[in-house]
Each structure stands twice: as C-alpha cells, then as structure tokens.
C-alpha cells in the first residue's frame, strides 16, 4: 500500500484498531495495577483508558461524518442530502464533558497514583502512534 492509496476505510480501520489496543491494554493494565497498587489506582487507571478509548472512538465517529459530508459534496454539483452532523456534535461535545466530570470526581473520591490517570490517558496517544508507525513501516516496505 501506498501513501496515495490510502482511503476513508484505511483511516476507519486504524482508528478502529487503535481503539482496539486500548482496550487490551486496559484489560491487561488494570488486574496489574490493582495487585502492585491497590484498587483506586487501577480504578484511575481504567477511568483514564475508558476516556481514551471513547475518545477515539468519537473521534473516528466525526471524521466519519465530515468525510461524507466532504464526498457528497464532491460528487455533484448539487449536494445530495447527508445526515446532519447536530447529532455527532453533541455527541462529541457530551463525552468531552462527561470526560471532565469523569476526571473530577475520579481525582476528587480515588486517592490512587495520578501516574495511573496519566497512563490510562496516554493509551489512545500511544495506540495512535503505533498505529501510525505501522501505516509508515507498510508504506516503505
């Protein structure tokens, strides 16, 4: 595959598998941390993979969703009607503020490592980069 090959689906799959790796990660993190911590940071610790992973997922649900717009706009010269985009908005706009108030109370109630928050976060930054390098390694190649 190359870079000039890369299509909607190709970005669908990565965010897809990206996401995917979260939750491993998760799965696997979490029975961890809570025998070498205690449960309050392997409670942050998934508070901070489920933001992560719902982060991406919503990410990927907008890009879905401006790509068509973008498609139909491209494909004729009058557009043809698309699902509006309010619904996907407020979606968005909604995890991002249950995301915070997760974060609060999470910070205020779980006296655990912060460093287990931060890690939990982190997960959807490094899935999306080994996701990245895998794309690149498969350009290369």
Known sequence: MTIAAFTDDDARR??????????IAAVLGVPLLWWKLGWPSA?????????SGTG???????????MARMAAAEAAAEPAPVKPMAPVLIG????????VFALYVSLKYLQGS???LAAGLAL?????????????RSWTT
């Open 92 to 99: 968005f706009f909604l995890r991002l503020g249950g995301a």
């Open 114 to 116: 912060v460093f287990a």
């Open 124 to 136: 959807g930054a490094t899935a999306l980069l080994v996701e990245g390098l895998r794309l690149v």
């Open 56 to 66: 991406l997922f919503e990410w990927r649900r907008l890009m879905c969703a401006l």
């Open 14 to 23: 990565s965010i897809g598998n990206a996401v995917r790796m979260v939750a």
């Open 43 to 51: 409670a942050l610790f998934a508070v901070g993979a489920l933001i």
